[in-house]
């Protein structure tokens, strides 16, 4: 490295530090006293909430019962070190040998320069890369083991390596030991007043500040799409958008976001919102704002969230616009909630068939929880059981519990990196809508998220004929006639697209699929004007997801344009005079975003 340790030495206020180290003493020992005092109040902690003993255990028994694979997968570490230690002697004298091992695309772990330039740091990274790879390797490859055992060891492996990364340590992280010799340490005393204030804020708990909270306020800067709020019971309010077009469809369209984050995910900015580039393609747009709940709807079911949430928007929207028949975009758990509301529809019984939804729109949306993802990981009886517990005593699942579980897929991208940023640079988040939003989590109503928990993602009883009733009706998801858009994207941890892809062979009704790339966020929330990433299509619904890919054809951009030419195919006539909201029956409750998104649960 260039810099030399001590040349900052000169810069440093010792006055200042010492009132830093001081302060940081004094609030440390708060912190331990109020943390101490809460353990007390829980009484004695479970010893494996997250149950993944007896899976490593079973994992280490049939590793050790087959010695001749421990052995193979020992014999090529070896080899790959003997390589290592080739390319850095090479290197030494001059030469430009080929890496050994490299990171993935994209792993912006190792991006500083002296990763790659520094001899000694090079070999760090590799040496890691290999041992990561080895034992990555080694463990995913035990035979015998069952299905969701092997998940767990297999997720938790890399949540274990990803925590070793020699990015997230002092001296192996080429970045930090520069920030630390230029300023004398204060970068590591500014990160650990950053790492107090986290366990402050979190009271006792790790809550990573992952942006600059203060530099976004719902309805100020984000979620800014012009509207009214026009009806609202416990669990929703209906925003209707103000037009932008002098004529629009003459179906309204209605968006149904998950509960489990709030709906402004498809209203960031005006750049990126999904809501108000639809309200210029001429349509009559309402989102259902779910209520972030607390205690007090604890009883509150899945049936309730059916018939409050999108029975009663329809309702509403009948009522403001005068229109039977209204096109239903359903984003995530939306989707599954519009798939269950299709499906009891369908099954209302002779002569009172509901047919008020004209098409319907699908945003990586799941309806057969067979492959689940990563997200069944934390999903098996005994750690049900101990979700249905603190929810008992709550009356609800806290909202922070929910995010930090989605954060642990992307480890890397959403804790490793703020750890090295904030505790080790020392610096503040930086301000990030998407961010903002991401740690804007809701609560889940204790009910609720356990029919759901339990009845899709363990049992998986969604897809079965009857396996579900809902407001007294079995649901068969077969019965869906209405054409169905499903858009999935392809590095989607959480919806995992070949998964989503079920719905073509569960739906009577005409399914056109279409694959976005990226992830859950970034491969739905892709304006036409950003022309990035690219999407797939293909005109047959083969059985198989990877038969549907082979024949499909990739298409540059955003599939945002290709969605507006099918739903305007379901939207009726195209001259109706533009609705302004409260020109119906409906008066305004106020503006959009309305009350309910600016609950917080921090």
């Given amino acids: 490295m260039d810099n030399q340790p001590g040349t900052g030495e000169e810069r440093v206020d010792h006055e200042r530090v010492a009132h830093s180290m001081a302060e940081i003493a004094d609030r440390s020992r708060r912190l331990v006293r109020d943390f101490l005092a809460h353990q007390a109040d829980k009484g004695v902690p479970e010893p494996d909430p997250l149950n993944i003993g007896g899976a490593f255990l079973e994992m280490t028994a049939r590793m050790m019962a087959n010695p001749a694979h421990l052995i193979e997968a020992n014999l090529g570490l070896w080899k790959d070190y003997m390589a290592l230690w080739h390319h850095a002697a090479s290197r030494m004298f001059g030469g430009t040998p080929q890496p050994v091992a490299q990171p993935e695309p994209g792993d912006r772990r190792f991006k500083d320069k002296a990763w790659i330039e520094s001899d000694v740091f090079d070999f ?3 040496s890691y890369l290999l041992t990561s790879r080895w034992l990555q390797t080694t463990v995913g490859g035990v035979e015998g083991m069952a299905e969701k055992d092997a998940q767990k060891v297999d997720f938790y492996t890399r949540q274990f390596v990803e925590a070793l990364s020699p990015s997230n340590f002092v001296v192996t992280n080429p970045e930090v030991l520069r920030a630390t010799v230029e300023t004398g340490g204060e970068n590591l005393i500014n990160g650990l007043k950053n790492l107090l204030a986290d366990l402050e804020r979190g009271k006792g708990r790790l809550a990573i500040k992952m942006t600059d909270t203060e530099a976004f306020e719902v309805g100020r800067n984000v979620a800014v799409a012009k509207g009214k709020v026009v009806f609202r019971n416990d669990l929703i309010e209906l925003l209707q958008y103000d037009p932008t077009t002098k004529t629009v469809a003459e179906r309204p369209l209605l968006i149904m ?32 704002s779910w209520v972030n709940p607390d205690a007090r709807l604890a009883d509150k079911t899945f049936d309730d969230y059916m018939v409050e949430g999108p029975l009663k928007a329809l309702d509403a929207i009948h009522d403001a616009t005068g229109e039977a028949k209204v096109n239903v975009v359903g984003y995530c758990l939306g989707g599954t909630l519009l798939a269950c509301t299709l499906a009891w529809m369908a099954a209302k019984g002779a002569g009172k068939r509901d047919d008020r939804i004209a098409s319907a729109t699908f945003f990586t949306s799941l309806v057969d929880f067979k492959n689940a993802g990563e997200l069944a990981v934390f999903i098996d ?3 049900l059981a101990s979700i249905e517990n603190k929810m008992q005593e709550r009356g609800y699942l806290e909202g922070a519990e929910m995010a930090s579980t989605f954060n642990m897929m992307r480890g890397n991208d959403l804790i490793w990196s703020f750890v090295v940023n ?61 054409p169905s858009y499903v858009i999935s994207t392809r590095e989607d941890h959480i919806a995992p697209w070949k998964s989503t892809y079920a719905a073509v062979n569960l739906y009577k009704g005409p399914v056109r699929f279409v694959l976005s790339a990226s992830g859950h966020i970034a491969g739905v929330v892709n304006p036409p004007k950003a022309n990035k990433y690219c999407f797939w299509t293909n005109d047959k619904n083969p059985k198989t997801p990877d038969a549907w890919l082979k024949g499909a054809r990739e298409h540059p951009g955003s599939w945002w344009p290709d969605w507006q030419k099918w739903v305007s195919k379901h939207a009726g006539k195209k001259s109706v005079p533009a609705r302004k909201p409260g020109a119906g029956k409906l008066r305004p409750l106020g503006d959009a975003p309305g009350e309910y998104v600016k609950v917080r649960s921090d």
């Avoid at 998950?258 to 639809?278: G, H, M, T, V």
């Avoid at 990030?432 to 804007?440: I, K, S």
């Avoid at 998220?449 to 998801?477: C, Q, T, W």
């Fill in 124 to 126: 760090i990274k590799q």
């Fill in 381 to 383: 009886e005994k750690q």
């Fill in 257 to 288: 976001p998950p509960w489990i984050n709030k709906y402004y995910i498809l209203d960031l900015r005006p750049e990126n919102s999904f809501i108000q580039w639809a309200v210029d393609q001429g349509h009559t747009v309402f989102v259902i």
């Fill in 422 to 482: 904030n505790y080790l640079l020392g610096k503040d988040p930086f301000p990030f809508d998407l961010l903002y939003w991401n740690a804007d989590a809701t609560r889940m109503p204790a009910a609720m998220h356990s029919f759901y928990l339990r009845k899709m993602y363990l049992e998986n009883k969604l897809v079965e004929p009857g396996g579900i009733k809902l407001a007294s009706v079995p649901l068969d998801l077969r019965r869906i006639a209405v």
